[in-house]
């Protein structure tokens, strides 16, 4: 499929094919770097933003995790740890270099694997009667399985 235009109406066609189409634009927006980008620009852009948000939910975290004195609680926010590492230390960093290199299938696995580990993080959560990092983690989903469908669109 393929996209024209630029700027703000690439952004708008784009976001169009994502899910979360007010997170995409809102997003993709605030680079001024978006306005003269491709699709591949605007997934790079994209991936780039998700991994400034899971860089900083990270130390949220492990700030909960230092105070907490709930042993389920400290269990899950360790496993939440983990994931976030991952996300920021390897399926981002990995989803951008793919999208440079040209290869869209392996950068939109690294994006859906972000989206998972989010996912899994919440669902740590369902017998936790408040999950401490609700909008945080939310918007780390809800930005990947975005980008995912930007770079899917190069496929």
């Keep these: 499929m393929e996209l024209h235009g630029h700027g703000a ?7 169009q094919r994502t899910p979360f189409y007010y997170l995409c634009v809102s997003t993709l927006r ?4 978006s306005s003269g980008a491709d699709v591949a620009g605007l997934a790079r852009i994209g991936a780039n933003k998700l ?26 926010l360790s496993e939440y740890v983990d994931y976030y590492n991952a ?11 793919a999208v440079v290199k040209g290869d869209p299938k392996f950068g939109a696995e690294g ?4 989206a998972n580990e ?16 609700y909008g945080s983690n939310k918007v780390v989903h809800d930005l990947s399985v975005v980008v995912a469908s930007i770079v899917q669109l190069l496929l």
């Design 9 to 15: 109406d690439l952004i708008q066609t784009t976001c």
């Design 30 to 33: 605030l680079d001024p770097q």
């Design 87 to 97: 996300i920021v230390k390897y399926d981002i960093p990995e989803a951008i270099e």
């Design 51 to 76: 991994k400034a948000k899971a860089t900083a939910t990270l130390p949220q975290i492990t700030g909960l995790l230092k105070v907490t004195k709930d042993p389920n609680l400290e269990m899950a």
């Design 118 to 133: 989010a996912d899994a993080c919440g669902r740590r959560f369902k017998t936790q009667p408040k999950f401490p990092i």
């Design 111 to 114: 994006v859906n694997d972000a």
